[in-house]
């Protein structure tokens, strides 16, 4: 089972930015593309940004493309989120996953247990 761990979430102003952070434990990063994913109340899950395995090719969502910023160091056997200029409605729980490839599924049990956030004035 691969163990992703997300941290970074908070409360933050409308404009804000955070960086969310994605740490594998038990298992080396290296092997997999990692993607990023929110989910809102009453929503489904919508997947935000994807990263190959290398750093060298990542994929965005038109919504959050120009914005949010994914990558990753192998070496710390860690991805991030940078999220700049935060909108309400970008409240949600975030959640990395693995995958083998950016455009395949996401790796059985290998979503972390998500980090929050919450943008508000």
């Known amino acids: 089972q691969l163990q992703l761990v997300e941290s970074g979430g908070g409360l933050v102003q409308p404009g804000g930015s955070l960086r969310l952070s994605c740490a594998a434990s038990?298992?080396?990063?290296?092997?997999?593309?990692i993607g990023w994913f929110r989910q809102a109340p009453g929503k489904e899950r919508e997947g935000l940004s994807c990263i190959n395995s290398s750093g060298g090719s990542t994929k965005y969502a038109d919504s959050v493309k120009g914005r949010f910023t994914i990558s990753r160091d192998n070496a710390k056997n860690t991805a991030y989120l940078q999220m700049n200029n935060l909108k309400p409605e970008a409240t949600a729980v975030y959640y990395c996953?693995?995958?083998?490839?950016?455009?395949?599924?996401?790796?059985?049990?290998?979503w972390g247990q998500g980090t929050q956030v919450t943008v508000s004035s």
């Open positions: 038990g298992f080396t990063l290296d092997y997999y593309a």
């Open positions: 996953a693995a995958h083998y490839y950016c455009s395949g599924p996401v790796v059985p049990k290998s």
